[in-house]
């Protein structure tokens, strides 16, 4: 994979940049409210394949409705990749491995995904890690650990468990760094929607499964696992595949570092699961450390503006 630099960004392109990035965050958030949910009447590849049906049906619409057409050959590469591995493999990997470990330990193992992206992203994308991005990323990651520590219930961690989460934040990891080269090729809609449907098709031989399991699960259910596809997957893919095409992909999977924090005050609020003392201190944490990793971009613009102000003009230009 050949290095793709992001573009610097200012002003409204880089609000609509960061925006997109917490609606990724939000909705990604919400998801593992709704995989807790929805996992007691699906299993592991059932869910991810009616997530995928649902999300692939919703961006083809939006597709069509927009006329968006089939992304250059060069971008396929990357979207074949980013499907098989991310939209599939990781969904999957992540859904099976929450049912075999509790969701603290799952929530610390699937952290060390952000980690892997920007040493895959360094290596292969020559990625820039300059010192803020370590720091915030050491920061959140010691706030996803505290929070995991906390969460962790005794005696509910199994070897299957742990390596299925590190499984899915290795794929994870690699989906991102495959995707951000064809987002340089293709627009964020094509990247996303392709990407969901090789993912789908990955999961096809779980389409018996799913059909028995629709039919005895409750509608609760089968409702939240609609919303996953239309929402943290049709919609927060999309909104992810914008702003990793403005920014590197190390600081994108720094931002993800925000989940933990959101998930903990999610399920507060809609499962009245009262969170301890430590358990507010590692959500705190995470969000310090994203504070940090993304505080960089506006410290160096700030720099730059000065910079140019400063410069004396060239013998030259005065001359004109």
Not at 48 to 76: H, K, Q, T
Not at 84 to 95: D, E, K, Q, R, S
Request: proline residues 6%; hydrophobic residues 55%.
């Amino acid at each position: 994979m050949s290095p793709s630099p992001s573009p610097a960004l200012s002003g409204r392109p880089r609000l609509l940049a960061a925006g997109a990035a917490a609606v990724t965050v939000v909705l990604w958030a919400s998801a593992f409210v709704s995989i807790r949910s929805a996992g007691d009447a699906y299993a592991p590849g059932a869910l991810a394949l009616g997530r995928l049906l649902s999300g692939a049906v919703v961006l083809g619409l939006i597709c069509l409705v927009r006329r968006e057409g089939l992304p250059p050959r060069s971008a396929w590469r990357g979207i074949a990749i980013s499907g098989v591995l991310w939209f599939g493999f990781y969904m999957v990997a992540l859904n099976w491995g929450e049912q075999q470990v509790d969701a603290g330990t799952a929530a610390l193992v699937v952290n060390v995904g952000p980690i892997l992206i920007a040493l895959l992203g360094a290596r292969l994308l020559g990625d820039v890690m300059p010192p803020r991005l370590l720091a915030g990323m050491a920061v959140s990651f010691a706030g996803a650990v505290t929070v995991g520590l906390s969460m962790s219930g005794a005696g509910g961690a199994s070897v299957l468990g742990v390596v299925l989460c590190l499984l899915a934040a290795g794929a994870y990891a690699a989906g991102v760094v495959a995707q951000k080269p064809a987002l340089g090729r293709a627009s964020a809609l094509q990247v996303t929607t392709w990407g969901c449907a090789v993912g789908a098709v990955v999961c096809l031989p779980f389409a018996g499964q799913l059909a028995r399991q629709a039919a005895d699960a409750p509608l609760s259910a089968t409702l939240n696992m609609v919303y996953l596809g239309v929402f943290p997957t049709a919609l927060a893919f999309t909104t992810w595949a914008y702003a990793l095409a403005r920014t590197t992909a190390s600081r994108m999977g720094a931002t993800t570092y925000a989940v933990p924090a959101l998930v903990v005050l999610m399920s507060w609020l809609a499962l009245d699961e009262v969170p301890g003392p430590l358990t507010l201190v590692g959500g705190v944490l995470c969000l310090a450390g994203v504070a940090v990793s993304r505080s960089r971009a506006r410290v160096r613009a700030a720099a730059v503006r000065d910079g140019a102000e400063r410069r004396p003009e060239s013998p030259a230009r005065a001359r004109r």
